[in-house]
């Protein structure tokens, strides 16, 4: 079955920087869209940002200019490269897998904790 696995998460100071990833599996890598979303305590989860199989991307507003996405579809891995972090950015950090023609996600991983002291 498939499965997504992140990993990456920590505490980190604010103004520093975390590379989370996420690997997958039982799945055709390039025939999907990837995304991360995020949550934090008390409020809903929020969509971060996305990487579709043809290499275009979207960004939140919040994390544009320094967050940035990318894939390695040799290893069947997409990153999340988080710079200037904030403690607004705290939170569990979730891939997702969405196939190509689909307006969902379909797929979710566990989640890794990103935790960032001002």
């Known amino acids: 079955q498939v499965q997504l696995v992140e990993s990456g998460g920590g505490l980190v100071q604010a103004g520093g920087s975390l590379r989370l990833s996420c690997a997958a599996s039982?799945?055709?890598?390039?025939?999907?869209?990837m995304g991360w979303f995020r949550q934090a305590p008390g409020l809903e989860r929020e969509f971060v940002a996305a990487?579709?199989?043809?290499?275009?991307?979207y960004f939140a507003d919040s994390v544009k200019g320094r967050f940035t996405i990318s894939r390695d579809n040799a290893k069947n891995t997409v990153y999340l490269q988080m710079n200037s972090l904030k403690a607004e950015d705290t939170a569990v950090y979730y891939c997702?897998?969405?196939?190509?023609?689909?307006?969902?996600?379909?797929?979710w991983g566990q989640g890794t904790q990103v935790t960032v002291s001002s």
């Open positions: 997702a897998a969405r196939p190509v023609g689909y307006s969902d996600y379909r797929h």
């Open positions: 039982g799945l055709t890598f390039t025939t999907y869209n």
């Open positions: 990487l579709s199989w043809s290499g275009s991307t």
